[in-house]
Nanobody, 120 residues
Framework: QEQLAESGGGLVQGGGSLRLSCAAS????????MGWFRQAPGKEREFVAA????????HYAYFVKGRFTIFRDNAKNTVYLQMNSLEPEDTAVYYC?????????????WGQGTQVTVSS
């Protein structure tokens, strides 16, 4: 299986932006659908966004409301999540994963994630 390394999180004020990266190693993920998920303190992990292998199809959770964009660079084996207009409710650890059943079912292994904290 591939190893996934998320990065790009941090502390940002409400209304700000962050770009998360997910670099895959050990195996190319260019032929797979990929997704982003998040887990807030005390809550279940939830789906955020998914993208198919050639970027022609994307799917977002209802709470994204046009604020986030998922995209990928298959040459770099990397998937991104551009997050704009961040809200305190977006505070969570963000994870990427392969999508094994479109559009929201992830594989059953996870990386370390990257912490996103949005202040009000």
């Amino acid at each position: 299986q591939e190893q996934l390394a998320e990065s790009g999180g941090g502390l940002v004020q409400g209304g700000g932006s962050l770009r998360l990266s997910c670099a895959a190693s050990g195996r190319a993920v260019s032929s797979y659908s990929m997704g982003w998920f998040r887990q807030a303190p005390g809550k279940e992990r939830e789906f955020v966004a998914a993208i198919n292998w050639n970027e022609r199809i994307t799917h977002y959770a209802y709470f994204v409301k046009g604020r986030f964009t998922i995209f990928r660079d298959n040459a770099k084996n990397t998937v991104y999540l551009q997050m704009n207009s961040l809200e305190p409710e977006d505070t969570a650890v963000y994870y990427c994963n392969r999508i094994i059943s479109w559009p929201t079912q992830p594989a059953d292994y996870w990386g370390q994630g990257t912490q996103v904290t949005v202040s009000s």
